[in-house]
């Protein structure tokens, strides 16, 4: 069998054998990438673009970043894969840097991020029973309505995007689900019997970038402690930089620093890891949780062949360390702003767009025009041809979050593109 990987080929011809060879779980724009750097993408042609969507912010750190790759490289040619049946030289340090650089006693390695929502969940459900005195296989866990935590069989369970859970049933029992930024339903849902969880993305990403009140996360983990409940953040997405702090649950202070000291910080009981943790050069993930919540999780109970493997591991460190170096941060939130305000400029002048939201630089429009219509699609792809790539999500909302090391001027060049496009369009 001759393997044709090497061989060069049209985007056409690898559109083709995609759609051949390949199963049709994804609806791709039609561009075929073949190299990327920094905040730039090029296709198989040579045409460059501006990266809008950042492997839905995997790549906050920008394509191929040359330490991320550097710390890839060296430890590829040293060790790659253990298991945990061993101890490995590498793992023990990340666990002592990723748990210093987000405040928790400890860390649960995984490697995809769904793995570790899968992780949180498992450890909520054990802690309840073990140290709640839950009444065993009854335990609840709140979740929100247009949640996205992941694919695997639980996850999707408590999903209501009907693409993702129809015929995928029976469905894994035991979740609560009430509207997203409502506390009156989370106050409601915590005194329910055998709750032990709630599980929250600080904003809600795949829905379409909505952004919750200023007060929601701290009241919510308010209500949870109140309760004996356990806070679980979902910052797979909007951690790690991508919104103008480390992560969401800093809030909107300025600090340019670890949140850890700041007044806004709601620290969760668990924070879920993924995405921009490698920087997009290889999957890791993690949960990370203090002593008395992680301590129910004993040898034998929980596991992954791949988790805390010493590539990973030392990518990880890299990407993170990228984050301070680059100071992504603040980088992220300036250019937030710039973007939302011209955007802000622009909708008074073009009734196509109704509105744009988020936080740092994880930000949407939402379009004028029905769900169903495919307009946003159709901008897309006229953005592509203009030399931008973004995607929508659910039907009539595009997701602007382009990699985090893009300068000021390079924002501009694109919020021209994009002005441009959608002025075309609407023509
Ligand atoms: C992407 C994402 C996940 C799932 O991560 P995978 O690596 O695709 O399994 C879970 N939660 C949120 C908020 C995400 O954005």
């Known amino acids: 069998m001759e393997a044709i990987i090497n061989e060069k080929l049209s985007s056409q011809d690898l559109i083709n054998l995609e759609d051949k060879h390949g199963a049709h779980n994804y609806h791709p724009l039609p561009v075929v990438l073949a190299k990327g750097e920094g905040v730039y993408v090029w296709d198989v042609e040579g045409k460059k673009y501006y990266d809008f969507l950042s492997s839905y ?46 405040g928790f006693d400890k860390v649960l390695p995984m490697n995809t991020g769904a793995e570790a929502v899968e992780t949180a969940l498992k450890i909520c459900r054990k802690w309840a029973y073990e140290k709640q005195g839950i009444p065993e296989n009854e335990a609840k866990i709140i979740v929100c309505d247009g949640n996205f935590h992941g694919r695997t069989t639980t996850i999707i369970s408590f999903s209501n995007d009907e693409g993702a859970r129809k015929n995928f049933g029976p469905y894994t029992p035991g979740f609560i689900k009430i509207p997203y930024n409502d506390l009156g339903a989370l106050k409601k849902a915590v005194a329910e019997e055998n709750v032990a969880g709630f599980l929250v993305e600080p904003i809600q990403g795949e829905a379409g970038v909505f952004v919750p009140d200023d007060n929601f996360v701290a009241e919510a983990a308010k ?13 797979i997405q909007t951690g790690i930089a991508r919104t103008g702090g480390l992560l969401r649950v800093c809030g909107d202070c300025s600090c340019e620093n670890k949140c850890e000291q700041q007044s806004t910080y709601t620290k969760p009981d668990m924070l879920v890891l993924g995405k921009a943790i490698s920087g997009g050069v290889f999957p890791v993930s993690a949960v990370l949780a203090d002593n008395h919540i992680m301590e129910v999780i004993k040898p034998g109970q929980h596991g992954s062949t791949f988790g805390g493997n010493p ?24 250019l937030g702003n710039i973007f939302r305000e011209r955007m802000e400029k622009f909708i008074q002048t073009n009734d196509l767009i109704k509105l744009v939201r988020g936080k740092g630089l994880l930000n949407a429009i939402v379009i004028n025009d029905s769900p169903e219509s495919s307009t946003a699609w159709d901008i897309c792809v006229a953005l592509k041809d203009n030399g931008l790539l973004a995607k929508p999500t659910h039907g009539n909302i595009i997701r602007f979050a382009p990699p985090l090391v893009m300068t000021e001027e390079q924002l501009h060049e694109c919020c021209d593109i994009i002005e441009k496009t959608i002025k075309n369009f609407s023509k």
């Open 311 to 334: 590539l990973g591991s030392k990518v990880a460190v890299a990407a993170l360390e990228v984050i301070y170096d680059e100071k992504l941060i603040q980088n992220a939130r300036k």
């Open 57 to 102: 912010s995997a790549v906050n750190q920008g394509h191929c970043h040359p330490k991320i790759v550097g710390a890839l490289k060296e430890q590829a040619e040293t060790l790659t894969l253990t298991s945990r049946a061993f101890y490995n030289n590498v793992l023990g340090p990340y666990e002592k840097y990723l748990t210093e650089y987000f």
């Open 223 to 235: 209500i949870c402690k109140d309760a004996g409940v356990l806070f679980i953040a979902d910052e």
